[in-house]
Nanobody, 112 residues
Framework: QVQLVESRGGLVQAGGSLRLSCTAS????????MAWHRQAPGKQRELFAS???????NYADSVKGRFSISRDNAKNTVYLQMNSLKAEDTADYYC??????WGQGTQVTVSS
């Protein structure tokens, strides 16, 4: 079973930046798509960033222009660069490898 391990999140001030990483226990080439989801308190988990095999990226409108997803195949790692963070970005962040592999989640709190 593949393991996905996210880096630790943390507390960031509004307007600040944070980078998360997600490292797989095997080659990320095995995943058709890798993505980041997040779940805010009292809300459903939502997909907001994805990157496909060929490097094509997609973003939810809520993060477009502020967040960037990338992958380093040699390191079996996917990154999420988050800039201009807002209080509404506060959530638990989860790495996902299609079709069914999830990381354990990491908490990101943005203080206003």
């Amino acid at each position: 079973q593949v393991q996905l391990v996210e880096s630790r999140g943390g507390l960031v001030q509004a307007g600040g930046s944070l980078r998360l990483s997600c490292t797989a226990s095997r080659s990320i080439f095995s995943f058709i798509v890798m993505a980041w989801h997040r779940q805010a308190p009292g809300k459903q988990r939502e997909l907001f960033a994805s990157i496909s095999h060929d490097g094509t990226t997609n973003y939810a409108d809520s993060v477009k222009g502020r967040f960037s997803i990338s992958r380093d195949n040699a390191k079996n790692t996917v990154y999420l660069q988050m800039n201009s963070l807002k209080a509404e970005d506060t959530a638990d962040y989860y790495c996902f490898g299609a079709p069914r592999s999830w990381g354990q989640g990491t908490q990101v709190t943005v203080s206003s």
